[in-house]
């Protein structure tokens, strides 16, 4: 079966041809900044991302007549189960209709492979979408009855990378327990209890600062500098997704080149060693919910690429704890393979 994976990004749409299990194609199509600058909602951008990938499988050779189902990123929607949900028209006018968690590229993944289906009669799919929440009830509670902490997390990857550990371990996935943390450009250390993830510390809330994001920080301290003026209210959702963390105090997210200047910069050394000891940190912290039972600590994302990272993080925990590295992210293949899934009927489809 031929599937055809979508996944917005900010400025770019990954985009994938599978021939079941097995890639074909694959390219991280870049739209210019004067492309979508100005643009007001998703929909604007709709027919530009369309026209993108539609020039992509033409240049491959393909039409989107060739494909038996299409795979989209599943956005910030509501709180919903893991799984294979088929994409309807109450997704997408939930989306138009902005009935959302919050905004985020990702959504376009829903409306462009809606498209897609209603123009070729085959069905699109979302797969364990960014809002997947199946968090244990007491992981939720905070210390103030009108806040929660919130299930958002890497769930695509999280579940993809727990899945292969428990294949290549010969377990059963619904049957294991693992924690899983996730390094990219936003951090989140996620307990997987029987294929779940019941309880996330991530970098926007109560995880640690990533290259991106500012991670939890002293709340009376931030209220104290915005009182004083020294941090502007308007800034602060800027500094749990894209202006904190080490881009707060060097300007840049790219960890390769901060560990070359921590050669020789000590200062830089010490806030990427203070990043590798939060995320420690968090990965003990997720063995209290999981009662010290689980089969071993997966640590996957674009971090996971450096041995340095890897030392740094290994450093604070227990010498005999058991790592499976999956350097990367597996986005387009978790999707792609949920789909399989679907269609071969392995996985029961879920009603948004």
């Given at each position: 079966?031929?599937?055809?994976?979508?996944?917005?990004?900010?400025?770019?749409?990954?985009?994938?041809?599978?021939?079941?299990?097995?890639?074909?194609?694959?390219?991280?199509?870049?739209?210019?900044?004067?492309?979508?600058?100005?643009?007001?909602?998703?929909?604007?951008?709709?027919?530009?991302?369309?026209?993108?990938?539609?020039?992509?499988?033409?240049?491959?050779?393909?039409?989107?007549?060739?494909?038996?189902?299409?795979?989209?990123?599943?956005?910030?929607?509501?709180?919903?189960?893991?799984?294979?949900?088929?994409?309807t028209k109450k997704i997408v006018d939930d989306i138009n209709n902005g009935n959302y968690q919050t905004l985020h590229s990702s959504l376009l993944g829903s409306l462009i492979t809606y498209d897609f289906s209603q123009i070729t009669g085959k069905s699109a799919f979302i797969v364990d979408p960014?809002?997947?929440?199946?968090?244990?009830?007491?992981?939720?509670?905070?210390?103030?009855?009108?806040?929660?902490?919130?299930?958002?997390?890497?769930?695509?990857?999280?579940?993809?990378?727990?899945?292969?550990?428990?294949?290549?371990?010969?377990?059963?996935?619904?049957?294991?327990?693992?924690?899983?943390?996730?390094?990219?450009?936003?951090?989140?250390?996620?307990?997987?209890?029987?294929?779940?993830?019941?309880?996330?510390?991530?970098?926007r809330q109560t995880g640690p600062f990533s290259p991106t994001s500012c991670g939890v920080l002293p709340v009376k301290t931030v209220v104290k500098l915005i009182i004083k003026g020294e941090l502007k209210i308007e800034e602060i959702e800027d500094l749990f997704s894209k202006n904190g963390g080490?881009?707060?105090?060097?300007?840049?997210?790219?960890?390769?080149?901060?560990?070359?200047?921590?050669?020789?910069?000590?200062?830089?050394?010490?806030?990427?060693?203070?990043?590798?000891?939060?995320?420690?940190?968090?990965?003990?912290?997720?063995?209290?919910?999981?009662?010290?039972?689980?089969?071993?600590?997966?640590?996957?994302?674009?971090?996971?690429?450096?041995?340095?990272?890897?030392?740094?993080?290994?450093?604070?925990?227990?010498?005999?704890?058991?790592?499976?590295?999956?350097?990367?992210?597996?986005?387009?293949?978790?999707?792609?393979?949920?789909?399989?899934?679907?269609?071969?009927?392995?996985?029961?489809?879920?009603?948004?």
């Open positions: 079966m031929k599937i055809l994976v979508v996944n917005p990004g900010s400025t770019s749409t990954k985009v994938a041809i599978y021939e079941n299990d097995i890639l074909i194609h694959e390219e991280n199509i870049k739209h210019p900044k004067e492309q979508l600058n100005g643009l007001k909602n998703l929909s604007d951008e709709l027919p530009i991302r369309k026209k993108a990938i539609e020039e992509f499988l033409q240049k491959k050779g393909y039409d989107i007549f060739a494909f038996d189902a299409f795979a989209g990123r599943g956005g910030p929607l509501k709180p919903l189960r893991a799984g294979v949900y088929k994409v960014i809002s997947t929440d199946e968090m244990a009830n007491i992981a939720r509670i905070t210390g103030h009855p009108k806040i929660k902490f919130a299930a958002l997390t890497h769930a695509l990857n999280v579940r993809a990378c727990a899945r292969k550990t428990a294949k290549d371990l010969g377990l059963d996935f619904f049957n294991s327990n693992f924690i899983v943390a996730h390094l990219g450009g936003g951090i989140s250390i996620n307990a997987v209890s029987n294929g779940k993830i019941i309880d996330v510390l991530e970098g080490l881009t707060a105090y060097f300007g840049t997210d790219d960890v390769k080149e901060l560990l070359e200047r921590s050669k020789s910069d000590e200062y830089v050394k010490e806030i990427l060693e203070a990043m590798c000891f939060q995320i420690a940190k968090a990965i003990n912290a997720q063995k209290t919910i999981l009662k010290g039972i689980y089969n071993c600590i997966i640590i996957t994302g674009g971090l996971a690429k450096s041995e340095v990272i890897l030392d740094w993080i290994k450093r604070w925990l227990p010498s005999n704890e058991k790592y499976h590295i999956i350097p990367g992210e597996h986005e387009m293949e978790a999707l792609a393979l949920g789909v399989l899934r679907a269609l071969n009927k392995e996985e029961e489809v879920l009603e948004y």
